[in-house]
């Protein structure tokens, strides 16, 4: 069936290092991706979307890469802080219920190590 | 301030004995949807509401109902609680079009 997964339920990183946080997707009709952090007791915060007919999208400290040929979509987080330390979520549009169409993955918890 | 307000944030009850979770949003959003997620589950959708008066089931609707006679608020009904809906629940909201959405933070409910 179709679904969007993560690679890794954990990852830990340095303080200061680059962090990179992966997902793919099996749905290749899917035409948009969200990125979603949640800290923990708070509900998921939206990071930075991309829309598929872009390769790269940047905001602050934050760049999401998709390659729409191997169905993959990255977030990278630039010198890492304590405070990004929580669960990241991809979302893809085009495979789940409701009008939102979008269907999240099981999350990615970013430690951050001293 | 932007926000998507779920009451209460814990709840513990019993089996059976009928309970609702409030969610209201002030950014005059069409869209608001109720989640669920569980260990290992990720987030799963409940319910969703277009607009007012419009209200369509999700993923896993069994056992809940919702209302959406406001367009501000949404809330989530369960008439007869289950152990199994022991849960972390989400509100969320988006603007017509606009695809992120906004969640609120949570109501952790544990049915015993």
């Known amino acids: 069936g179709e679904s969007v997964g993560l690679h890794l339920p954990t990852l830990s990183v340095q303080e200061g290092d680059n962090s990179i946080i992966n997902c793919a997707y099996s749905n290749s009709a899917s035409d948009y991706f969200i990125w979603y952090k949640q800290e923990s007791g708070k509900g998921p915060q939206f990071i930075i979307d991309i829309r598929s007919n872009m390769d790269k999208r940047q905001g602050q400290r934050v760049t999401v890469l998709l390659n729409k040929t191997v169905k993959h979509l990255s977030l990278q987080i630039a010198a890492t802080q304590p405070g990004d330390s929580a669960v990241y979520f991809c979302a893809e549009n085009g495979s789940g219920g409701g009008a939102d169409g979008l269907t999240f993955g099981k999350g990615t918890h970013l430690i951050i190590q001293p | 301030e932007a926000q998507v307000t779920q009451n209460p944030r814990y709840l513990i009850t019993v089996t059976g004995k009928k309970l609702t979770v409030t969610c209201s949003q002030n950014?005059?959003?069409?869209?608001m949807s109720w989640y669920r997620q569980d260990p290992g589950l990720g987030l799963r959708q409940i319910y969703y509401s277009m607009n007012v008066e419009v209200t369509d089931k999700g993923d896993v609707p069994e056992g809940y109902k919702v209302s959406r006679k406001e367009k501000r608020n949404f809330p989530l009904i369960l008439e007869s609680p289950s152990p199994n809906q022991t849960s972390l629940y989400f509100c969320?909201?988006?603007?017509?079009?606009?695809?992120?959405?906004?969640f609120g933070n949570g109501t952790r409910l544990t049915v015993t």
């Open positions: 950014m005059n959003h069409e869209y």
């Open positions: 969320a909201s988006s603007g017509w079009g606009s695809k992120p959405l906004h």
